[in-house]
Every structure is written in C-alpha cells, then in structure tokens.
C-alpha cells in the first residue's frame, strides 16, 4: 500500500492538532490579496479562502491509497505532497486581469527559500478538447516582514492562491464536484457532453462580460459629474496617460484624494497644469522624483511610473500638504504610501525653497 491506514490516520491527527494555523494563514493571506492586490489596483475580483478540512484530508488521502499512484511512508510525507491544505481563490470578472493578479501575486508573497514564487499556468483545453478547467496555481508564503506577531507560527506554511475569471470559476467548480469524487460514479456521455457545452458558454461568457464593461466605461465617460467609484475613476482618467498601467495603484489614490474633494475630471484638471496626453510628462515628473527619493535614502516606498503614480507626482505640487493632512487618520497601507510620498515632497520642495 502506497499510504498506509497509520499513515492516514496519524496524518489527519496531526492536522487537527495545526489547523487553526492553515485558517490563519489562508485568512492573511486572502485579506493581503484583497486589500493591496485586487481593491489596491481597482481590480474587479472575488477573493475566497478556505482551509481544507481533515474530514476533506482524510477523503484525499483514501482516495490516493486506492489509486495507488502517490507513495507517502509516513505522516512527514503527507504533508510535503499536499501543499493545499490552505488555499486563496481570486476570480477575476474580466479574464484580462488574471495575468495581473498573478504579478501582483508574485510580487508581494515569496516562496519557501524567500525568493519570488513560481506560478504554473494550467489551460487543459488546449490538449483536450473536452476540459475548459483554466486557472494559475502559485504556492506562496508569507514573506519575513509579515511573520509577526500572531504570524510567527506560520513561517513554513505553504499556502496555493489560484487564479482565474469568474466565469472559468463556474466551470472548474461543477466539474470538479461532478467529475472529480468517486463517489459521484463516472460521467455519462450526455453529462460530458452538457460540460462541453458549459465550457464553451464559459468561453464566450469571458468575452462578453470584457464587452460589457467596456461599454460601461463608454458610458461613464460621457455622462461626466463626479466617479461613482473607483473603477469608474480608472475608466475616465486612465486615456490621460497611454501606455500605462494605470489602475497599478489607482485604489489608494482615488481614495486619498475623497476627502479634499477632487472627485471629478474636472476638477483634477483645475490641479493638473499639462495638456493630454500626460505619459511623458508624468514620466519625467516620476523619475526625477523617484532620484530624489534615492539620492536622500528614502526607500520606504517607491516611485513607479507604470502607474496611477504619474497622475500622483503630477498633484503633487499643488496638493502635497493637503493630502498629508487629509490622510494623518488613515489605515490602509495604500494610503499610507500616498502620504509617505507626498511627505517627502514636501521634504524636498522646503529643502529647494519650492514651498
């Protein structure tokens, strides 16, 4: 026997006995998903989490030892094999976003040795006519400057945040709980044939809800007035600057801008003296600030100009001490770099006699 009933057994105890670690591990993890890589960069998303429970484990574990394709002597084993046991879902609505998330992903969680993490791509559809199952798989860790306080026991916990578009959700999940349980009995060929009918609706689906915000964009450009939210922010100032990566950020910054009332195009036009297109003197703007930043030491945060930052460095001059005021309260990280830098602009200006 590939996994022996002991192995299972002791196993499913052990995870009993560490289960509230795998639950807080997959809720920070989720929460730092949610926060700074989907809300941050006004990314439209559903961040889930869960923990497998042992009941699921020990389901697993039997399933393997009857296939007998996976050897685990021993209850070490066990857990180096299954690095599942907590898990992040991002399911983006727009299927454009998924490339981004999992940068973002990547960036901002580390692997076991704490270097970048490792993603793995997986679209059976193009070997298999029949399976649409779509999505990225990354196993990450939290990096070392998260592992604290009530985190420090959870430094060698792998957690796999898959990504994919809500509608490749919908179809990985029905045919997961109708296909993948023994259980459940083998497909019928009608069964099989109706998931290749949802498969296809799930394709066409992706590129329907892609033509729906864009006309949703469409109109929000031109019915004007006030952002109704921050992804509307993003549809109406984001052709001010082409070529960017506009919504990188967009999150922090449409909401540090709230409270002092530039909550209209208009109105950050008043602030903003340059013609459109913005990119190349916002460019400028960035990388002149961002050598600032360096030259002083400042490395806190970051300038990046493939960002909402090039509207940012372009308020700056104008608004820097009235957002310093306005977010003194302020508790989401993203707004915290906001004020970081429009600190050290000021900092810099007062030094240069600019203020």
């Given at each position: 026997m590939?996994?022996?009933?002991?192995?299972?057994?002791?196993?499913?105890?052990?995870?009993?006995?560490?289960?509230?670690?795998?639950?807080?591990?997959?809720?920070r993890v989720a929460e730092i998903c949610r926060v700074e890589v989907v809300e941050g960069n006004a990314i439209r998303a559903q961040v889930t989490a869960r923990a497998k429970s042992p009941k699921n484990l020990e389901g697993k574990l039997r399933r393997f030892a009857a296939a007998g394709k996976k050897t685990m002597p021993d209850v070490d084993a066990v857990f180096e094999q299954?690095?599942?046991?907590?898990?992040?879902?991002?399911?983006?609505?727009?299927?454009?976003?998924?490339?981004?998330?999992?940068?973002?992903?990547?960036r901002r969680f580390v692997d076991s040795s704490a270097r970048p993490p490792v993603r793995e791509r997986k679209d059976k559809n193009r070997e298999n006519p029949a399976n649409f199952y779509r999505a990225t798989?990354?196993?990450?860790?939290?990096?070392?400057?998260?592992?604290?306080?009530?985190?420090t026991n959870v430094n060698d916990v792998p957690c796999e945040v898959q990504v994919c578009s809500m509608m490749a959700h919908v179809w990985n999940e029905i045919e997961h709980d109708l296909g993948y349980k023994p259980s459940a009995g083998c497909l019928s060929e009608q069964e099989r044939n109706f998931l290749v009918t949802l498969g296809n609706s799930v394709r066409a689906g992706d590129g329907t809800i892609?033509?729906?915000f864009a006309e949703t964009e469409r109109r929000q450009k031109e019915q004007g007035g006030a952002f109704a939210?921050?992804?509307?922010?993003?549809?109406?100032?984001?052709g001010w600057f082409p070529g960017?990566?506009?919504?990188?950020?967009?999150?922090?910054?449409?909401?540090?801008?709230?409270?002092?009332?530039?909550?209209?195009?208009?109105g950050i036009r008043k602030v903003v003296d340059a013609p459109e297109p913005m990119t190349e003197v916002g460019l400028s703007a960035a990388k002149e600030f961002a050598a600032q930043l360096v030259s002083r030491g400042e490395t806190r945060f970051a300038v990046e100009p493939n960002s909402s930052d090039l509207l940012l460095?372009?308020?700056?001059?104008?608004?820097?001490?009235?957002?310093?005021?306005?977010?003194?309260?302020?508790?989401?990280?993203?707004?915290?770099?906001?004020?970081?830098?429009?600190?050290?602009?000021?900092?810099?200006?007062?030094?240069?006699g600019k203020v």
């Open positions: 590939t996994i022996s009933d002991d192995t299972i057994k002791k196993a499913v105890q052990r995870y009993h006995r560490e289960y509230d670690r795998y639950l807080k591990l997959c809720a299954i690095r599942d046991l907590a898990g992040v879902r991002i399911a983006t609505y727009e299927q454009r976003h998924e490339e981004q998330v999992v940068q973002f992903v990547c798989h990354i196993e990450v860790f939290l990096p070392p400057s998260d592992i604290l306080g009530t985190y892609a033509s729906l939210d921050v992804y509307d922010f993003v549809a109406r100032v984001r960017s990566d506009f919504g990188r950020h967009a999150g922090a910054l449409f909401e540090a801008l709230q409270p002092i009332r530039l909550v209209t195009p208009d460095v372009l308020l700056l001059p104008k608004i820097a001490k009235h957002l310093i005021a306005s977010s003194l309260d302020a508790t989401s990280e993203g707004v915290t770099r906001v004020r970081w830098l429009a600190e050290r602009f000021q900092e810099i200006a007062a030094t240069e």
